[in-house]
Each structure stands twice: as C-alpha cells, then as structure tokens.
C-alpha cells in the first residue's frame, strides 16, 4: 500500500513540475547597444515572458534625459520541442538629450496582483567629436542666423538645414520658444543635392524671419526635427525574382529626432539720439512714391493722389499717413491696403493709400509734401522718407447751359378742352370678365379615389419618410455618426468616473479618437495624435498641445511617476473642447 502511494505522489510531481516552469513569469530589460552619442537612438525591448496580458504597461526608471517615442506592443507564442512559450515585447526608440553614462530599470509591471522587477541596464552617451563629411552621421541638423547682432524690430534670417542620406518621411519640426521671439516661416522648403568634401547629401532647407520685439540677449535652443528614417529590408536570393513591384511591400521605419547646435542673438535697443518725433518703429529699408492724376482738372472735379511705401523690414509698422487740410479742396481719403510678400531674403512688401481729391474753384493748388521716417540698421540712422510737393492746376467748369430740352407744346386756345377718342391698344393676358355669370365655378370637381389621394397623400409621405429615418438611424453608418456626435459626453462622463490614473487617460483619449472621427487605433502615440487633429483641421497650437500632452502621460506612465488625475482630466477636457470648436 506504501508503495502505491509513493508512486502516486511521484507521478503528479512529475506531471506538475511543467505546468509550474510554463507558468513562472518573468521580465527581461534589453538596450541594443551599450554605446551611444547624442544623435543615435537606442531600441529598448521590455520582454515579460510567460504572459501574453499584462495589467498595466512597464514602469520605466531613468527615462528623464531621452526622448522617448514608443514603438508598439507585440505578443507571441513558441513551440519548441513539444513546449509552448508565451510571451509580450515592448518596445521604445530612446535618443540622449545629452551626454554622460546613464542607468535604465528597472521595469515595473503588474501581472495577475504580482509585481514583476526587471534588470538595469547601462548606457553610455560620448560627447559627439568634430567630424568630417566622412565621418557625419547620415542625417544631421544645422541651423545658421544671418548675423548674431541685430536691432529690436529687425530682421534676421534663422536657416534650418537637413542634411540627410538616407530616405526620410513623416517630418515634424519643434523650433525654440523664447520670449519676445516671433519666428516666421518665409517660402516653402526647398529640396536640393549639396556635396561636402566629396560626400554626396541630400539638403532640406527651410528659412524663416526672427523678429526680436525687445531688447536682450537671447540663447536660442536647439531645434529638433522628427522623422522616420527609412530601412530597407534584408536581401535575398529571391530579389531579383520579387523585383516586380506587385511583390514589394513597405520598408521598414524607426524614429530619429535630428537636433540642431543651439545659437545665440544679441539685440540692442533702437538709438534715442536723432529718433525723428513721427518714428512709428518702422525699421528695414524703405521707399516712398506718390502720383497725382489725371492732370490738370476742372472745378468740381475729382483728382486721385497716390502715395505708396514699400521695402523689406517690418512692413506692419509702416504708419497711415494724414493728409493735411487743403484750402478750397474737399478730400475722401480710402482704406489703407497692406500687401507682404515673402521671399528667401526675408519679408517685404507695400502700402498704399489714396485721397480723392475735388477742387472747389479754379486756380493753382499746392498739394503738400508727405513724409514719414524709419530706422536703416545697415548705417544705424533713421531716414526721412518725402514725397514732392504737388502744385494742381485746376480749369473753370463749364457755364450753366439751358437743359437743352424742347418747351411743352402750348395748349390749343379756347375755353374747353378738346377730348380724344378712346383707343384700344392691346389686352390683357387674362381675360376681363365683363358680367357675375363667367365668375362661377367650373362644372366638375375632384370626386372619388382622386379626392382621397389629394387629402390622405401629404400624411402617407410623412409616414413613409419617418420610416426610412427609422431605417437609416440602424445603419452601420448611423451609428457611426451617432458616437462621433456623443464623443465628448462620453468622454466627460468618463473622466469623472475613471480614478486610475494617466495610463487610463490614454486609453480614454484614444477611444475619443476612434469615435469621433471613426478610426481604429490599437495604439495611440503622441505623433498619431497631432497627425490625426492636423488632418481634421484642428489648429497648429492644438495639434502641439496634444502632442505635448500625450508625451507627458508617457513620460509619466513609463517613468512610475506621481500623477495628478484631476488636473489631468481638467487638462484633457479642455483641449478636446477647444478641439471640437475648430473643427466643427
């Protein structure tokens, strides 16, 4: 009897031994790569093997110094040897903000009421060296001011250049934010091929206007442009077989943020020796043209004076002329018409104002000089801009002429009036009638089925058309409607009930999304978010603030940071609110 029990218990250990190894759940951190320099980025996977559900995604330590964009989530399964393993991968693209030597994990995650820590990982970032062209990584970032010293109100030119050998798509650009700095795009990109010392570049080139309205020192950041960067695939025999196109699918991407070196502008405040007392702040290069016609003129009669300001600078400061009282002339002067242009050289453009001009006599009129002045940062002086003065010679009118009408007939003489006869011209298109007879109603009527139709038909329309809304409300396409239009009330109502955290907020953001523009996101990124209310005419502020506000519940979810829900949820009704005013 011993015997058996001893049997017994041998051969359920043995069978349960493999359902306790299959069942351990563990989590593994991984860098590719333990060598960095500020402008690589390193593919980080957090892999919890055993488990293909997890509650909550990782909680990353050591985050604060890189970007981090997400890549996605993957689970599998593995066969091998007769054993199944299961298994989830998350994975993060992650680029230094800095250099220095860096300590990544633990990872942090939650299965079934267990709290699963993983390893650490260390990463050391080196100080990117002075290259050569040979030397420069594939894709870089540079940004040049057309001169580090300038004037407030004056432009400079602030140009951002990619240079890039290797294909790139989905480009995002954050310029610095500063103080008193008004950053202005001027022409669209422009695509050329470049050579530097004999290594072949491609060069996205964007210029824009830096306008300081204050005067300062200020340390421009560096810009960051993200992108995708483009990988082909891995070749084999088969290539040259699958060269067709119908059998080529999409490359392969990973996110890169390219950075620029930061800059510096120093702006001096205007001169206050010799500023004239018309000084408006018009600063740049300027010219003043004017022109009366047509000439001469006759009293009474309207003469047109042109007077037109154009340049490069500031073109919004060019202030409105007054024109000065004239003796016996009347004038009405137009709406001032402001035209920018916008070139590689910077912004430019004219204004133009009119007066008509009516002389109320004739004689010799003086048309006074008009003047403004404005400030030439190239010989740091201020210039008066004048118009000529204009002398009007103004012709007698025309004398009061007779009418040039012929006088009535006179009445023929006599006492009474002679009477004409009657005569009939023509009738009118419906016939008079003359007697109460050929009023009455016309023989006949609406009898019978016709009668019916007449009075039941306006009832049979409603009834069919309220059915057919019926109908269309059940529709897949109704109902589609119907959540984009409920999207905001469930995303209120939502908020208020949710407590988990900013990992829920996501979640519920992304629903939002779906809903109301019927979409189908598994996962929601920070650089989905701006694309889709771009794409949705929702504003540039908007699109970044949602950006901004995304990569800070990652940050937050992925770093095991407190959080704040209320003010996230206040935060995040406010944007979607402000969303659904500019898109309606």
């Not at 919890?48 to 997400?70: K, M, W, Y």
């Not at 610095?176 to 530097?196: C, D, G, I, K, R």
Request: with cysteine; aromatic share 8%; glycine share 8%.
């Amino acid at each position: 009897m011993a015997r058996h029990v001893v049997t017994f218990w041998i051969f359920w250990i043995v069978l349960l031994m493999p359902a306790g190894v299959w069942s351990q759940t563990d989590i593994t951190l991984r860098l590719d790569r333990t060598e960095a320099t500020p402008s690589d980025v390193v593919r980080m996977t957090v892999h919890v093997s055993g488990s293909r559900t997890a509650d909550a995604v990782p909680q990353i330590s050591g985050l604060e110094n890189f970007e981090v964009t997400r890549g996605g989530t993957a689970s599998q399964v593995e066969i091998i040897n007769g054993r199944m393993n299961s298994g989830l991968t998350y994975t993060y693209f992650l680029q230094p903000r800095g250099s220095g030597t860096f300590t990544l994990g633990p990872a942090v995650i939650m299965r079934e009421g267990r709290r699963l820590v993983s390893n650490r990982a260390t990463l050391v970032v080196a100080e990117r060296s002075p290259e050569s062209a040979t030397d420069k990584p594939p894709v870089f970032l540079e940004a040049a001011l057309s001169t580090e010293e300038a004037f407030v109100g004056q432009q400079v030119l602030y140009v951002l250049k990619l240079y890039h050998r290797v294909a790139v798509d989905s480009l995002q650009l954050e310029l610095p934010e500063a103080e008193h700095l008004q950053f202005t795009q001027l022409t669209e990109p422009q695509v050329y091929q470049t050579s530097v010392d004999g290594v072949s570049f491609r060069v996205l080139e964007v210029p824009y206007a830096l306008l300081a309205s204050r005067e300062g020192t200020y340390a421009l950041a560096s810009s960051r442009l993200r992108m995708n960067i483009l990988q082909a695939g891995r070749r084999s025999r088969l290539d040259d077989f699958f060269n067709d196109p119908f059998f080529k699918g999409p490359r392969s991407s990973r996110p890169f943020t390219a950075a620029s070196d930061p800059v510096e502008l120093v702006v001096r405040a205007l001169p206050r020796e010799g500023r004239p007392s018309d000084f408006s702040g018009l600063v740049g290069s300027f010219q003043l043209e004017s022109r009366l016609e047509p000439m001469p003129v006759t009293a009474g009669d309207s003469v047109t004076l042109t007077v037109q300001v154009h340049g490069k600078g500031n073109v919004q400061q060019i202030p409105d002329i007054h024109l000065p009282d004239i003796p016996f002339v009347r004038s009405y002067g137009d709406q001032p018409v402001l035209e920018i242009e916008r070139d590689r050289n910077g912004i430019g453009g004219r204004k133009t104002m009119k007066w008509a001009l009516v002389p109320e006599k004739p004689g010799q009129v003086n048309i006074p000089a008009l003047q403004l002045s404005y400030f030439d940062p190239q010989t740091e002086t201020y210039r008066p801009l004048k118009s000529d003065a204009r002398i009007l010679s103004v012709l007698p009118g025309a004398a009061a002429e007779p009418s040039g009408k012929k006088p009535l007939p006179a009445a023929p003489a006599g006492n009474g009036r002679q009477k004409k006869e009657i005569e009939q011209v023509g009738e009118d298109i419906l016939p008079i009638h003359t007697d109460a007879g050929s009023l009455a109603a016309p023989s006949g009527g609406l009898h019978g089925w016709i009668c019916w139709l007449v009075l039941a038909g306006p009832l049979c329309i409603y009834v069919l058309l309220w059915f057919c809304l019926k109908m269309r409300e059940r529709s897949p396409e109704r109902s589609a409607q119907i959540r984009a239009k409920n999207a905001l009330r469930v995303l209120k109502k939502r908020c208020r009930e949710d407590t988990e955290g900013c990992a829920r907020y996501i979640d519920l953001l992304r629903d939002y999304l779906n809903d109301r523009f019927q979409l189908s996101l598994g996962v929601l990124t920070a650089d989905e978010a701006e694309k889709i209310v771009l794409a949705q005419g929702a504003a540039v502020e908007t699109a970044k603030h949602m950006r901004l506000l995304m990569q800070r519940l990652e940050n937050v979810v992925y770093t095991g940071k407190r959080d704040r829900p209320a003010a996230v949820a206040r935060e995040l009704l406010a944007l979607v609110t402000t969303l659904e005013k500019e898109i309606r």
